[in-house]
């Protein structure tokens, strides 16, 4: 199955801050996915991305508070913008490959 | 939106007893999925389900989907320390449209812990 690299793997971040998490794949995808688990929670999906168009939200989620990029079928970025203490998460990126979904190995986000 | 019951929430056995762990819906669901996740990683893949009453092995695992679609259930046999984790099963409903995975509905867990 693919490859997913995510970066950073962790970060404590100060309270108004923003963070932009990096999703790396090894083989081309149409559609990628970010995901939010919170402590001790099951993932919630933040957005779908598509190269080449804006990315679509779940409800929930606005592009203002995660402002997606997707510059190629490859590679996508998540930002996280004026964290607060309640953005501290694990963010993780998914592709769908060989029939199923698979995740990287997520960024830990602690605001303080 | 669809939500997926769980269970049971943790178990804590000893080394080399059987496990089992179940997930319902009130809706069907087209593609049954059951995810590990370790401490620190993302969620790991097990076994892909995507028809009524399929029965798949992956060693020591055994995952089946429900003949209604509403349910799925993973079994762990002969467990051993390194099962150490959180399974989650995931659900990918028929109105979610395309290949649209990132559509999938995830239970909330079951947390298991293996005593040596």
């Known amino acids: 199955s693919a490859v997913i690299s995510q970066k950073p793997s962790r970060d404590i971040c100060q309270r108004g801050t923003s963070l932009t998490i990096q999703c790396q794949v090894d083989?081309?995808?149409?559609?990628m996915f970010w995901y939010r688990q919170q402590p001790g929670q099951s993932l919630t999906l933040i957005a779908t991305a598509n190269q080449g168009s804006e990315a679509t939200y779940e409800s929930g989620f606005v592009i203002d508070k995660f402002p997606i990029s997707r510059p190629n079928l490859t590679f996508s970025t998540l930002t996280v913008s004026n964290m607060s203490p309640e953005d501290s998460s694990i963010y993780l990126c998914s592709v769908e490959d060989l029939g199923a979904l698979h995740f990287g190995n997520g960024t830990r986000l602690t605001v303080t | 939106g669809q939500q997926l019951n769980q269970s049971p929430q943790s178990m804590f056995i000893q080394e080399g007893e059987d496990v089992s762990m179940n997930c319902t819906s009130s809706s069907i669901f087209n593609t049954w999925l059951w995810y590990k996740q370790d401490p620190g990683e993302g969620p790991v893949l097990l076994i892909a389900?995507?028809?009524?009453?399929e029965l798949t092995s992956n060693g020591r695992l055994t995952a089946q989907f429900g003949i209604t679609r509403k349910d799925s259930f993973l079994n762990i046999s002969a467990s051993i320390p390194s099962d150490v984790g959180i399974y989650f099963c995931a659900g990918l409903s028929p109105h979610a449209g395309g290949t649209s995975y990132g559509k999938l509905t995830f239970g909330q867990g079951t947390i298991l812990t293996v005593h040596p």
């Open positions: 083989s081309q995808v149409t559609m």
């Open positions: 389900l995507y028809k009524a009453g």
